[in-house]
């Protein structure tokens, strides 16, 4: 089966942009969907598609896609932002879903 | 308001069998996909399995394939995870989520808040 790659960690300035990355090479075919975790919570799908937000997401997310490569940015980062990200995307090769390993974001 | 409640979680020894629930609310829920993920202690996400609307279409990760079976019943308006051959590894809170879209596009707009198995001796 496929892999989804993402950095375990991230850090960001408060107010600042940063970008979350998911590599693999079913995403040259498939876009990726975000979700951000919080510790003890159900994830929360952030971005889905090909840069789709779900009602009550903030617009200071947003997604973009090169090649085998899916980023999530997030421009003005909020302390609330803080949490772990996980990607995920259809993979072609067993007719499934595959998920990146997350990363965890912290703001500063 | 839309609603997922897992149940049917618990401590299970190795080699048990379970049937994991969801009962869902606030849409019509013939017209969507559903899917399992799991997660395992400490650990990240883990998609499991899929179904369409219609329950015909069912998908499942290799990782469980021969040992997991999803299934739904539209008119109780419930999907549903039957676990066969229990290992450890199973270990994990288990989550059911709404699709968008088709069963393995893997965009999930609403999650249910988990239910734990703990597979032990």
């Known amino acids: 089966s496929s892999e989804l790659t993402q950095d375990p960690a991230v850090s960001v300035a408060l107010g600042q942009t940063v970008k979350i990355t998911c590599q693999g090479d079913t995403l040259r075919n498939f876009f990726a969907n975000w979700y951000q975790q919080k510790p003890g919570q159900a994830p929360v799908l952030v971005i889905y598609?090909?840069?789709n937000r779900p009602s009550g997401i903030p617009d200071r997310f947003s997604a973009s896609s090169s090649g085998n490569t899916a980023s999530l940015a997030i421009t003005g980062a909020q302390a609330d932002d803080e949490g772990d990200y996980y990607c995920?995307?259809?993979?072609?090769?067993?007719?499934?879903?595959?998920f990146g390993g997350g990363t965890k974001l912290t703001v500063l | 308001e839309v609603q997922l409640l897992e149940s049917g979680g618990g401590l299970v020894q190795p080699g048990g069998s379970l049937r994991l629930s969801c009962v869902v609310s606030?849409?019509?829920?013939?017209?969507?996909?559903m899917t399992w993920v799991r997660q395992a202690p400490g650990k990240g996400l883990e998609w499991v399995s899929a179904i369409g609307g219609s329950g015909d279409a069912t998908y499942h990760a290799d990782s469980v394939k021969g040992r997991f079976t999803i299934s739904r019943d539209n008119s109780k308006n419930t999907l549903y995870l039957q676990i066969d051959t229990l290992r450890a590894e199973d270990t994990a809170v288990y989550y059911c989520?709404?699709?968008?879209?088709?069963?393995?596009?893997?965009?999930?707009?609403?999650w249910g808040q988990g239910t734990l198995l703990t597979v032990s001796s």
């Open positions: 606030g849409f019509t829920f013939s017209d969507y996909a």
């Open positions: 598609g090909r840069n």
């Open positions: 995920n995307s259809r993979d072609r090769s067993n007719n499934g879903v595959i």
């Open positions: 989520a709404k699709g968008i879209g088709t069963p393995t596009a893997g965009s999930l707009d609403y």
